[in-house]
């Protein structure tokens, strides 16, 4: 093997190193922030529980997948899972505490948030080699499609309704946009 083709497979191993890492600690993180939601709802508004629990389905699959890549790959989680767990859930529960329409302005900003990280990740990859990641782009454009669902149905659900809904919306997407990169390095 030539010294080109080793250094290629170290940086496209570095890149799926970096992408696999912090996709897993994002989907690990709304897996949380939707147990948060749910443990707040569950009682409070059985019917608006039955939303966010379409969507915690959803993230477990994508969590489940992320989980797959991590090993396939032979990646590694981010070494702050125990505060993505953390704060996913007091995120998930304090913000369905304000409300439903809280916990659905939390859902929008954050899956506005990924669903640009996704599209970003997807361009880097068509632009190191469309052919080879083909399989990693698949995932990354479903994944993308799911979070923009679950966007648009927090907007269908009231999220513009929430108190101080710009404001928040402008806090959880600061905060989403700094969890991912420092899960990146992290």
Not at 82 to 104: K, Q, R, V
Not at 113 to 141: C, G, M, T, W
Request: proline share 3%; aromatic share 8%; glycine share 4%.
């Amino acid at each position: 093997m030539s010294s080109a083709s080793r250094y290629l497979l170290r940086k496209r191993k570095q890149i799926y190193d970096r992408m696999i890492r912090v996709d897993h600690a994002g989907e690990f993180g709304a897996d949380r922030i939707y147990a948060g939601q749910m443990a707040a709802l569950r009682r409070a508004s059985p019917e608006k529980a039955k939303v966010v629990q379409e969507l915690w389905d959803q993230e477990k699959a994508h969590l489940r997948e992320f989980e797959y890549l991590l090993l396939k790959h032979r990646g590694r989680k981010s070494f702050l899972t125990p505060i993505w767990s953390a704060a996913g859930f007091a995120l998930g529960y304090g913000s369905a505490l304000i409300g439903h329409e809280a916990a659905m302005a939390c859902t929008v900003a954050i899956e506005k948030v990924i669903a640009d990280h996704y599209n970003a990740q997807i361009r880097e990859l068509a632009a190191d080699d469309l052919h080879a990641h083909k399989p990693l782009i698949s995932v990354f454009s479903n994944f993308r499609d799911d979070e923009q669902h679950h966007h648009d149905t927090g907007l269908a659900h009231e999220a513009e309704k929430a108190p101080l809904y710009p404001t928040m919306s402008f806090v959880v997407e600061n905060i989403s946009k700094l969890a991912i990169k420092i899960a990146e390095k992290v």
